[in-house]
Each structure stands twice: as structure tokens, then as C-alpha cells.
Nanobody
Framework: VQLQASGGGLVQAGGSLRLSCAVSGSFFNMVTLGWYRQAPGKQRDVVAVVTKSGRTNYADSVKGRFAVSTDNAWNAVYLRMNSLKPEDTAVYFC???????????????WGQGTQVTVSS
């Protein structure tokens, strides 16, 4: 499984961005797709995750501002970010929690990260 993230950039506070992540490769079962972020000097934290059934979970800090979605084939995951704040500045990573085959437990597969910078 390979993931390629794009869509980051520099935006003013209050602005919007849409991140995209293309998912390729073969897998037996994709459990979840989602987004994480890591600010300088901090650990990587979950931002938003979506399950195959469409259930979503968001970090408290982004609820009501961010929305995660996928395409119908689960070949891509998106993160729409509205009302951005300077504290949203981080490198954003897409992640697939997936099984390569029926004999292995699901593993995390990471994209390369895309920088989001929100100026005040």
C-alpha cells in the first residue's frame, strides 16, 4: 500500500485548504483511512479518521472545522480544513490502517506528509 499526500501550503488564519491523499497498491482489507499531524517538537497526533462503514472520528481541536472523506473506491482520502488557525500549522500525514493479506494483522501505512502553515 502506498500513499501520496498533496494540497498543503501557506494560508492566512480563517482560510481553507483541502488535502488529498492517493492510495495505491493491493491490499486485502482497508480498515481505516485518516489524517494525522505533527507540529515541530511535538508528537504525531490523530486529526480525523474514517472507517469503511463511514464512521468518522475527529480530534476535539478540529471538530466543526475539518471534514474527512473518501472516494467511493477508497482510492483517495481527503481533508477539508476550514477556519484554519495558526495552531493548525503542522506537517499532515495520511495513513491507511490495512491488511496486506488475510494472514497478517492490519498495519499503518503512511504517506510522506504535506506542510500546512497558517499565518496570523
Amino acid at each position: 500500500v502506498q500513499l501520496q499526500a498533496s494540497g498543503g501550503g501557506l494560508v492566512q488564519a480563517g482560510g481553507s485548504l483541502r488535502l488529498s491523499c492517493a492510495v495505491s497498491g493491493s491490499f486485502f482489507n482497508m480498515v481505516t483511512l485518516g489524517w494525522y499531524r505533527q507540529a515541530p517538537g511535538k508528537q504525531r497526533d490523530v486529526v480525523a479518521v474514517v472507517t469503511k462503514s463511514g464512521r468518522t472520528n475527529y480530534a476535539d481541536s478540529v471538530k466543526g472545522r475539518f471534514a474527512v472523506s473518501t472516494d467511493n473506491a477508497w482510492n483517495a482520502v481527503y481533508l477539508r480544513m476550514n477556519s484554519l488557525k495558526p495552531e493548525d500549522t503542522a506537517v499532515y500525514f495520511c495513513c491507511a490502517f490495512a491488511q496486506r493479506n488475510g494472514y497478517q494483522s492490519p498495519l499503518d501505512y503512511w504517506g510522506q506528509g504535506t506542510q500546512v502553515t497558517v499565518s496570523s
